[in-house]
Antibody, heavy 120, light 108 residues
Framework: QVQLVQSGAEVKKPGASVKVSCKAS????????MHWVRQAPGQGLDWMGI????????TYAQKFQGRVTVTRDTSTSTVYMELSSLRSEDTAVYYC?????????????WGQGTLVTVSS | EIVLTQSPATLSLSPGERATLSCRAS??????LAWYQQKPGQAPRLLIY???NRATGIPARFSGSGSGTDFTLTISSLEPEDFAVYYC??????????FGGGTKVEIK
């Protein structure tokens, strides 16, 4: 069965960076794109970007361009999301989610989420 | 960027009742629309994709309809576990993939 296991909660100071990991299992890692979505407390879902694990290429939402980097390690079937220049508004739960069909469609399988708190 | 507007913001219903949720797109998304369910403290779950197809393991009481700019998620008879927040999402024009603001289905 498809499983996505994310790294644990983080507390960061404004201006710092955070790197969240998402380890995939139960399917062929390179066959399905992986998304990152965040959810601020009490708010809706905000799509951040997507990576093609086969090619290693990533596409980001414009609002995060320049601050977010998504990478992958095919040897461990793990995807990483790094967000830099953190501010208080970045406090949110960050989810990885595997594409349902393969490439840029719907988010069919989700990780458990990683809470990132930005506070001085 | 395609904006998705969901209504109502909150729906107060009793178990056994029918729920009808709406999602309107700022421009046509053809049939490239999905619905998700999210319960407190949990990740979202894909219910419906391509406007009307149930995802794997989703009960038949959930159905989706619509195309173009107007979409509906219907829960034919609410079960206790269906009280949650529901989001729509489009993939017609991306990046970015966009979500609606959500509809909370609460117990009346």
């Amino acid at each position: 069965q498809v499983q996505l296991v994310q790294s644990g909660a983080e507390v960061k100071k404004p201006g710092a960076s955070v790197k969240v990991s998402c380890k995939a299992s139960g399917y062929t890692f390179t066959s399905y794109f992986m998304h990152w979505v965040r959810q601020a407390p009490g708010q809706g879902l905000d799509w951040m970007g997507i990576i093609n694990p086969n090619a290693g290429s990533a596409t980001y939402a414009q609002k995060f361009q320049g601050r977010v980097t998504v990478t992958r390690d095919t040897s461990t079937s793990t995807v990483y999301m790094e967000l830099s220049s953190l501010r208080s508004e970045d406090t949110a739960v960050y989810y990885c989610a595997r594409d349902y069909h393969g490439a840029g469609s719907y988010l069919g399988y989700w990780g458990q989420g990683t809470l990132v708190t930005v506070s001085s | 960027e395609i904006v998705l507007t969901q209504s109502p913001a909150t729906l107060s219903l009793s178990p056994g009742e029918r729920a009808t949720l709406s999602c309107r797109a700022s421009q046509s998304v053809s049939s490239f629309l999905a619905w998700y369910q999210q319960k407190p403290g949990q990740a979202p779950r894909l219910l419906i994709y391509d406007a009307s197809n149930r995802a794997t393991g989703i009960p038949a009481r959930f159905s989706g309809s619509g195309s173009g700019t107007d979409f509906t998620l219907t829960i034919s008879s609410l079960e206790p576990e269906d009280f949650a927040v529901y989001y729509c999402q489009q993939r017609r024009n991306w990046p970015p993939l966009t979500f609606g603001g959500g509809t909370k289905v609460e117990i009346k």
